[in-house]
């Protein structure tokens, strides 16, 4: 049974800095993409980030390009979303994924999904 168990998110001021870390088990993934998500309240849940887990290939939304960084730790089954310089539009619930080595920014082709981990960026 694949688990994806999300953690660090929290409460920052604008300008600061989390790291989200995303433990997956169950599985291997080294044929797998694992992505970053995040939904706002009354929005759709949106591509962040995401990473090939054998070749390390990354993709970014261009909202976050330049302030996160995704990476991942393949002896530990972890991937790590660092986030940088904060803004309040950050605000969200922060999703893990895992799917498909092709599935890139498509939410679709994300089978699997951790519970999330709230993100709150004050002003």
Do not use: H
């Amino acid at each position: 049974q694949v688990q994806l168990v999300e953690s660090g998110g929290g409460l920052v001021q604008t300008g600061g800095s989390l790291r989200l870390s995303c433990a997956a088990s169950g599985r291997t993934f080294s044929g797998s993409a694992m992505g970053w998500f995040r939904q706002a309240p009354g929005k759709e849940r949106e591509f962040v980030a995401s990473i090939t887990w054998s070749r390390g290939t990354t993709y970014y939304a261009g909202s976050v390009k330049g302030r996160f960084t995704i990476s991942r730790d393949n002896a530990n089954n972890t991937v790590y979303l660092q986030m940088n310089s904060l803004k309040p539009e950050d605000t969200a619930v922060y999703y893990c994924a895992a799917g498909a080595y092709y599935a890139y920014t498509d939410r679709d082709k994300y089978n699997y999904w951790g519970q999330g981990t709230q993100v709150t960026v004050s002003s």
